[in-house]
T-cell receptor, first 114, second 114 residues
């Protein structure tokens, strides 16, 4: 089945630093999404990418859809303590006439030290 | 609050008991998804509905699991004869058919089977 390899698994940074994380896949996705999850909560959608090569920003967050459609990265600039959480990449596939599902990476745990 | 709502937030049950979870999607969303998330992993797709029709089921959805969306609004996920391996966070998400790739998640139901 499809698998997403997300790296790094964890990051420990100082407030104000920039952060970069990425996802790679053995399969092509038609959409890449990035979510953030706080403990005990559901994932919250941060950015959605629809076209190969697309670069999209949401405040301090920037994400890109790889040209091969098999990878994506997320950058966070000038990190702040509330950026702490687990970041997931997800790829969307359409299977057959009605299939629709997200495949998630294993997450990147981000810790920001004040 | 007009987000995805899940009930209960937490459920502790004894092995062998049946449990049922409820999800109320965002009101205008016609697609509804169930995912399961175990500790340290990303969410895994279980099943999804378009209106009241269940269009896709994952192989993870064993015959002890059943999901319904009888009127195309709220959905229920039932697990019969629970096992310890069923302990996980069960997440519901919804989306518009026209923007199916942007799924919005609820806060999840944390199931613990003892």
């Amino acid at each position: 089945g499809q698998q997403l390899n997300q790296s790094p698994q964890s990051m420990f940074i100082q407030e104000g630093e920039d952060v970069s994380m990425n996802c790679t896949s053995s399969s092509i996705f038609n959409t890449w999404l990035w979510y953030k999850q706080d403990p005990g909560e559901g994932p919250v959608l941060l950015i959605a990418l629809y076209k190969a090569g697309e670069l999209t920003s949401n405040g301090r967050l920037t994400a890109q859809f790889g040209i091969t459609r098999k990878d994506s990265f997320l950058n966070i600039s000038a990190s702040i303590p509330s950026d702490v959480g687990i970041y997931f990449c997800a790829g969307h596939t359409i299977s057959g006439e009605s299939g629709s599902r997200l495949t998630f990476g294993e997450g990147t745990q981000l810790t920001v030290n004040p | 609050d007009t987000g995805v709502s899940q009930d209960p937030r937490h459920k502790i049950t004894k092995r062998g008991q049946n449990v049922t979870f409820r999800c109320d999607p965002i009101s205008e969303h016609n697609r509804l998804y169930w995912y399961r998330q175990t500790l340290g992993q990303g969410p895994e797709f279980l099943t999804y509905f378009q209106n009241e029709a269940q269009l896709e089921k994952s192989r993870l959805l064993s015959d002890r699991f059943s999901a319904e969306r009888p009127k195309g609004s709220f959905s229920t996920l039932e697990i019969q004869r629970t096992e310890q391996g069923d302990s996980a966070m069960y997440l519901c998400a919804s989306s518009l058919r026209s923007r199916t790739r942007e799924a919005f998640f609820g806060q999840g139901t944390r199931l613990t089977v003892v």
